[in-house]
């Protein structure tokens, strides 16, 4: 008689108005698409300034373990997911909601958002008026950086999707089902038509990120038959070039590298099950990121200082919070929660 909350992964009871809530987050969700894209696209605050990159980084690597290190329903909790393009809120968004239908709905916001974009751009080329508007701001710039910040909402959702466990019986027969809804058969009924869905969007992934990161180095290979059509084509060049543009030359590579690293550790996270406690994973990724740091240090990445300088303090503060949170697991809660409200503060100021 309970339904999933869309905000976390809590079970809840809908009250009788639960419909009157299903209208005010739908139209919520639509006008906080329209203006998202709008202050994006207004204030130029996307990939190819660089000046969100950091900020966008260090909610996302936090997010893999949100309740290790925030308490939850927590400001620093809220803000976090909402840079991750979550709710934050528990909340019931219609009664039965289960974990199938919830992951769907997690795929519906990022899509609509990136519809709105491509929108923007088609309309942009057909009508000149409305690219007189738009004036000089670079909407392909504002669907990259919509990318970035669906990545790992998309990232997440395909590991969920993939996930699977063996029910093994007394009788020695087994069964394969669906990891977070065992009600549901692995790769049978209406999983396939997920499973498809998530291959895709993997499948798009991939090639997104080895193009990214390997970029700079297709360009020596451009008389190749087999990378020409990638180099040569104009449409894509101008969907590519936005991710690199605050990047030294030498250095293009990080926008693909980010990325990379953003998937090593949702793996270690989801591979990690246990809850309580998770030192080890805590560990792996402040070391990921220590390391990250240090080469961020000894090579001047960013053409602007301002924005190297922001990336520098982002990536320390994600450092500080898996360390400090691996030493505040042996001691009191209240210990645990100034160093989390520290580290929030410290990104909501930048």
């Known amino acids: 008689g ?3 909350s869309l905000g976390s992964s809590r ?3 809908c009250h ?7 209208i005010v987050i739908i139209i919520s969700g639509l006008l906080a698409g329209f203006v998202l894209v709008a202050s994006l696209l207004i204030l130029n605050l996307t990939v190819a300034v660089g000046t969100l990159n950091g900020l ?3 909610a996302n690597i936090v997010a893999a373990n949100q309740y290790k290190f925030f308490p939850p329903n927590s400001f620093v909790s809220v803000f976090l997911s909402w840079l991750n393009l979550e709710l934050g809120i528990d909340t019931c968004f219609f009664e039965g909601m289960d974990f199938y239908w919830k992951t769907w709905i997690q795929l519906a916001f990022p899509t609509y958002l990136l519809l709105l974009v491509a929108l923007v751009i088609i309309t942009s080329e057909c009508s000149i008026r409305f690219s007189q508007i738009v004036g000089k701001r670079n909407p392909i710039a504002t669907l990259d950086t919509l990318i970035l910040l669906c990545y790992v909402k998309f990232l997440r959702t395909i590991i969920v999707v993939f996930s699977f466990a063996t029910l093994d019986y007394p ?3 087994h069964r394969i089902v669906w990891w977070p ?3 549901v058969g692995y790769f049978s009924g209406k999983h396939v038509v997920l499973w498809i869905v998530a291959a895709l969007i993997l499948i798009a992934g991939i090639f997104y990120t080895a193009i990214l990161f390997s970029w700079q180095w297709l360009l020596y290979y451009q008389h190749k038959k087999v990378f020409k059509w990638i180099i040569q084509n104009q449409r894509l060049c101008m969907f590519i070039e936005p991710n690199h543009a605050p990047y030294a030359f030498k250095h293009r590579y990080w926008a693909g590298l980010s990325l990379l690293v953003r998937t090593i550790v949702y793996t270690i996270s989801s591979a990690d099950v246990s809850i309580s406690d998770r030192t080890v994973t805590l560990l792996a990724i402040g070391i990921i990121i220590f390391l990250l740091t240090i080469l961020l240090c000894i090579s001047r990445l960013y053409k602007s200082k301002l924005v190297l300088a922001v990336e520098l303090i982002c990536y320390a503060n994600i450092v500080c919070l898996c360390f400090a949170t691996f030493y505040a697991s042996n001691r009191t809660g209240k210990s645990q929660d100034t160093v989390a409200y520290i580290s929030g503060t410290v990104s909501l100021v930048l």
């Open 2 to 4: 309970l339904s999933l």
């Open 11 to 13: 079970c809840l009871q």
């Open 16 to 22: 009788t108005f639960w419909p009157g809530i299903l």
């Open 56 to 58: 966008i980084f260090y």
């Open 171 to 173: 009788d020695g027969s």
């Open 181 to 183: 809804d065992a009600t």
